[in-house]
């Protein structure tokens, strides 16, 4: 049996901003891990339960259905290629129990069977009705309730979820981000040897060498700054842990976990000073309106997020969304001319905001934030900032690294991997705002950028004008759509590919059409999340197949740059080369 979402608005995708911060999002969208039965059946006597999908809600459970009576031995694979094959193209698949049904189309002898997925409880009300349960049971407190009583100081917990290597010695958390990347690799080099048989005598040279990595891993290039480095954060608006309504912060728990409640950013060490002066300001004008904060839970409620933007340049961008109900225009005209003044000539005219817009996010129709409209409501549209001695406009949606001066160190190396000359072209994958082709562009002949977010696309065409560059061309759309017909367009025999995709890589079909470039001999991977990247890096080593058309790549270069200190999550490169089987034959020989 599977479980399958196939609306092709479900499930949000991942950002390529590597935000720790907590994105308000529906209630189930949040909650990720399966319920246990004893819960399922709780709340199968209680439609309370159930009630976020009778709603006018944006939410993925009412597009689940499952299929039954599988034939044996299918594995995820299969089941993709069998969907696929009957134009579905379904955003997740999770293979459960095998049960048996039977109607419907064949597949190898078993008739399968359909039908709606049984949703997941909301996990806020689960809790609760858990919590009602053992009371009513009179049981005796455990020693763990017993130390939750004395728990630590909300500047710590909200850190612990925030910042959770906050009180890690920095030189020990560059080592274990290290020691991540050297997983990584010897993991690809098993996997390499498994799917490409003809690099095995290269493979077992290398890992005689690394360490049973499939190459040599340079040293972990540090943050220039270890605390207040982020540029951007996503903060919510909900009730405070400390009981004070209307605060903005950081959710101290996860929806999951039966937790709404925010712990301001006053004592997180990651977040500027600049950005934690624009959420104070922001707190006190909220809190002067008669509208109350939204609630995940009831679906009722107003103000709901604040993402907050700054520069090198002291310039802020504050984007506040904000849930109508059923407020006549009237009404949200008259508040966003009150936050207009408060900002402009009130008390808020000295926290630093040069840009401030308003977003209506009612219930929504879609899973992505970038789709609602953004309404100017003061300042300037955008904001700028400098990097490299280079100057980029930002626009509320566009994708800029958030941690400036460590992406300039990140930068730095990209450039210096891509072994780029004067008759060079280069293709900036998933470009965003177009910061690393442009920092490329005066070393090369031509780079073309890709980006699917229109805004992104328009702030790297001014940039690029910005930057008095005439070489740089930028076109809007998904990689796998686009990027296959200006790989087929391009007859420069001298191409380098530079990839920066959100967390959970790039599309097979980029993959595929990079395999089958054979002009395109060097590839540098910038992966926000290695381990996700991981079937990308295997696609472009294996085997040539009836699928995988092209030589392969290897892995010739590696090395982590940490763009977000006290966690856990920072950036890889690697440096890919196209095999020479000639060249490698001739190499084993001669080695042998």
Avoid at 553 to 560: G, L, Q, T
């Amino acid at each position: 049996m599977a479980a399958i979402s196939d609306s092709p608005v479900v499930d949000t995708p991942p950002s390529k901003d590597d935000q720790p911060d907590e994105i308000p999002q529906d209630p189930k969208d949040d909650g990720k891990s399966d319920v246990k039965a004893e819960d399922e059946r709780e709340a199968a006597s209680d439609p309370s339960m159930y009630r976020y999908i009778k709603e006018d809600l944006f939410t993925s459970e009412i597009y689940k259905v499952e299929i039954r009576n599988l034939p044996k031995f299918i594995g995820f694979n299969n089941l993709k290629r069998f969907l696929a094959k009957h134009n579905l193209n379904p955003h997740k698949i999770k293979l459960l129990g095998k049960q048996t049904f039977a109607h419907g189309m064949q597949w190898k002898g078993q008739v399968l069977s359909v039908r709606l997925a049984k949703p997941k409880a909301d996990p806020i009300l689960r809790k609760r009705r858990q919590e009602e349960g053992e009371g009513a049971g009179a049981q005796p407190p455990s020693k763990r309730t017993e130390c939750s009583e004395e728990e630590a100081p909300l500047s710590v917990q909200i850190a612990n979820v925030v910042t959770p290597l906050w009180n890690v010695p920095y030189e020990e958390q560059l080592r274990r981000k290290e020691q991540e990347v050297v997983g990584v690799l010897q993991r690809l080099a098993k996997e390499i040897g498994s799917t490409n048989k003809a690099m095995l005598p290269w493979l077992f040279a290398q890992k005689g060498k690394y360490n049973k990595m499939c190459c040599p891993l340079e040293a972990i290039q540090p943050s220039p700054t270890q605390t207040e480095y982020r540029n951007k954060c996503e903060f919510l608006i909900s009730v405070g842990a400390d009981g004070e309504d209307k605060t903005i912060g950081f959710r101290l728990g996860k929806y999951k976990g039966g937790s709404c409640a925010v712990v301001g950013p006053a004592d997180t060490c990651h977040v500027s000073a600049e950005a934690k002066r624009v959420v104070g300001e922001f707190q006190k004008f909220i809190r002067t309106t008669p509208y109350s904060v939204y609630s995940p839970e009831t679906y009722e409620g107003h103000w709901k997020q604040l993402t907050v933007r700054t520069t090198r340049t002291k310039q802020a961008m504050v984007v506040v969304f904000f849930n109508p109900q059923k407020l006549e225009e009237e009404e949200l005209c008259a508040l966003k001319n009150s936050m207009r003044e408060y900002f402009t000539e009130g008390e808020g005219k000295g926290s630093g905001v040069t840009s401030l817009y308003f977003v209506r996010e009612g219930q929504r129709t879609s899973p992505n934030p970038e789709d609602l409209p953004c309404e100017l409501v003061a300042g300037d549209s955008c904001i700028h900032e400098e990097l490299l001695g280079l100057k980029f406009r930002i626009s509320p949606h566009s994708f800029f690294q958030v941690n400036t001066g460590a992406a300039e160190v990140l930068y730095s190396a990209v450039r210096e991997w891509a072994q780029l000359d004067e008759d060079s072209t280069v293709l900036d994958v998933c470009c965003g705002t177009g910061t690393i082709g442009i920092s490329l562009a005066k070393r090369v002949k031509k780079v073309i950028g890709i980006e699917l977010c229109q805004e992104a696309v328009e702030d790297a065409r001014v940039n690029a004008k910005l930057n008095g560059l005439g070489n740089i061309e930028f076109h809007c759309g998904k990689a796998e759509d686009v990027f296959p017909n200006i790989l087929n367009a391009l007859l420069s025999p001298n191409v380098t590919a530079i990839v920066d995709p959100p967390r959970a890589g790039l599309h097979s079909k980029v993959i595929l059409a990079i395999r089958r470039a054979e002009h395109l001999k060097r590839l540098v991977y910038v992966a926000c999340n290695a381990k996700a990247a991981m079937n990308n890096f295997i696609d472009l080593c294996r085997a040539p197949s009836n699928r995988v058309h092209g030589a392969p790549f290897r892995p010739v270069r590696a090395m982590a740059v940490d763009l977000f200190p006290q966690t856990m999550h920072f950036e890889m490169l690697l440096l890919l080369e196209r095999v020479d089987y000639d060249s490698q034959q001739q190499q084993t020989s001669s080695s042998l």
